[in-house]
């Protein structure tokens, strides 16, 4: 597993993953070229033998008190190894490098693996927009990360394996 910074090289093998990990309301390639593009952002691919197989993106602005996780995706042939768990991390680390002290973000809430890897690192459920995701009218998991908490839970976690 090897996690870089997405460029504009990127967007073909990313639009690959979005299409196929969101079939009915993927991004349009014009939206995904800006996120990437934007400097307050900060999209992560996850390569594979040279291969994209994961993608992440957070929005943060330097010094706004809050972040957003935009979107996470992984190829089917490598989900349960760890690697959504890397990417999560690795955002969750920029946006407190970012001076960000909350994390939110959205999930289908008929996605419950996701769901349970979003509690595990901390989050909590806020609350839900119904029928958030269009056209399948699936309800929206709105969730919250302390990122203060979640910094010091890590630190103690390094302190404990090391």
């Known amino acids: 597993m090897t996690l870089r910074l997405a460029t504009g090289d990127d967007l073909a093998a990313i639009m690959d ?23 307050h952002n900060h999209y992560l691919v996850d390569e594979e033998d040279g291969r994209v197989v994961g993608y992440g993106g957070l929005r943060a602005l330097r010094g706004g008190s809050d972040a957003d996780i935009q979107t996470i995706a992984l190829d089917e042939s490598v989900r349960g190894q760890g690697r959504g768990r890397a990417l999560l991390r690795a955002l969750i680390s920029e946006a407190a490098a970012r001076g960000a002290r909350e ?16 509690r595990s ?42």
């Open 103 to 118: 994390l939110f973000l959205e999930v289908r809430a008929d996605n419950p693996v996701a769901e349970g890897l979003y």
């Open 17 to 39: 993953l979005e299409h196929r990990s969101f079939p009915t309301d993927a991004w349009s390639e014009d939206t995904m070229r800006a996120e990437v593009a934007s400097a």
């Open 121 to 162: 690192e901390g989050f909590a459920e806020l609350g839900r927009r119904p029928r958030y995701y269009q056209p399948d009218d699936v309800d929206a998991v709105v969730m919250r990360l302390d990122l203060h908490a979640w910094t010091v839970g890590a630190a103690s976690e390094e302190e404990t394996s090391a």
